[in-house]
């Protein structure tokens, strides 16, 4: 890359021009690390504002495909991942780590479809697993790094688990005792989880900080037994966001520093988790990178992320068909997806996810009760209003399906699963698997 391609990305940036957001992602590593280097606090905080920007027009340029998908014809139920759009998040993901230096993995428990894994491998430093399958899939799949955390580990897997990963990360004392000497032995860092002290996520469910939390040693526990492994130990980890900005890590940092920040020199790294919300149109990447950069500088470890939903974030959708619609008081649309098999989340959350051209109830002409085809009662996404009243036939498309969706459905009702198609780059969609009666019957016996 010669100094005239650099400057044109500068020179870009000075003038927030958008298209600067494209050269500079298209530019090799040091080439890029020379331009961060050459700006100033102003026209970083210009190179980060580009990027977002560009982001976000991308997502909107591109969202039409999904819909272009669903109208010519694609067998539903089908999940259908945007590889660009993935891309595009995996790029903004790779600018954080260039400004700081940290490593980011991505949470297999979020999105697995390995499909997009080539695309994504480029961009980050491996994976983070929950246990001995995903482990194994990071590795074969992914490859790179591969860090493993469960709440507890089984004996009998623990030396499988060691096989696929280069670090693990224990949840308690004990278990860190019983499997320490073997995970040394095989050359493996060992990390430990703790409980920073503070967590706001929006529901209890999914806030690791929550009262009696089993997820991480709290503080009291920790400086009574952290010293007698602390030559053993190469770093800690904590996980305490859920779909949070920059504003809420830097309130948990407060807390973690408070607490463990005395214990931090010395160690190889310190990983913040996951449920950094980074690729958000209103996500502070500057704080971010701040934190980041600051942790760093002084406690010189370090600093690794693991989010799950940024990776995919709006890069997916399921598209569902209309099979029946019904009248009890009011009109209600039976889809063949189901929200308690296909997007177990909007029940569990419980959240409402968005149908392409729709509204809430009554915004629009035209209201349904949109539900799923199982026998549950409460199998309900939710009510919508259109423009047009649905037909048998009519494609409903609900965004954002990537994250959570995929890696939880189940057969529940021997409800069959949708597809998984890939929009590749040049625009060709292709389903890279499909389910049928054998996928079902093999979880039964
Ligand atoms: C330990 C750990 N790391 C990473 C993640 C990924 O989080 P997210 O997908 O919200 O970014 C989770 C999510 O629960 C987690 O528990």
Known sequence: MDLQSRDIVIEAIIKKDINGAAKFHDLPYQERIKVIN?????????????????????????????????????????????????EENMRVLRYV??????KILHAL???????????????????????????????????KEVHTFAAAYRKDEFKKILKYS?????????????FIHITKKSNRQVGIRVNPGYGEAAADIYNACAPYSRLGIVYEIFKEGFLAYRDKIDGIHFHALCQQNADALKKILKSFEKLYGKYIRGLKWVNFGGGHHITRDDYDIELLIRLINEFQDKY???????????????AGVLIASVLDI?????????IDASAETHMPDVLLMP???FIIGSDKANEKRYTYRIAGPSC?????????????????????????????????NTTFNGINLPDIAVLRKKGDIEVVRRFGYRDYMSRQS
């Open 38 to 86: 050459a700006l100033d606090k102003k026209y970083l905080k210009k190179l980060t504002y580009i990027i977002k920007q560009a982001k976000k027009i991308r997502f909107h340029e591109l969202n039409s495909r999904f819909l272009r998908v669903a109208n010519e014809g694609i067998k539903t139920p089908v999940y259908v991942i945007d590889e660009t759009l993935i």
């Open 97 to 102: 780590k260039d400004r700081t230096g940290c």
């Open 109 to 143: 428990k979020a999105y697995a479809s390995f499909a997009t894994f080539p695309v994504m491998k480029v961009y980050l430093d491996g994976t983070c697993a929950s246990g001995l399958n995903e482990a194994r899939l990071g590795q074969e799949k992914f490859g």
């Open 166 to 178: 280069d670090v693990i990360i224990f949840n308690s004392f004990n278990q860190l005792e019983r």
């Open 300 to 314: 010189k470890v370090q600093v690794y992320l693991e989010p799950g939903e940024a990776s995919v974030l709006n």
């Open 326 to 334: 019904v009248k009890n008081v009011m009109d209600i649309a039976i």
């Open 351 to 353: 959240y409402r996810p």
């Open 376 to 408: 549950l009662a409460g199998d309900i996404v939710g009510d919508y209003s259109f423009d047009k009243p649905l037909k048998v036939g009519d494609r409903i498309v609900f965004t954002d399906m990537a994250l959570y969706s995929i890696v939880k």
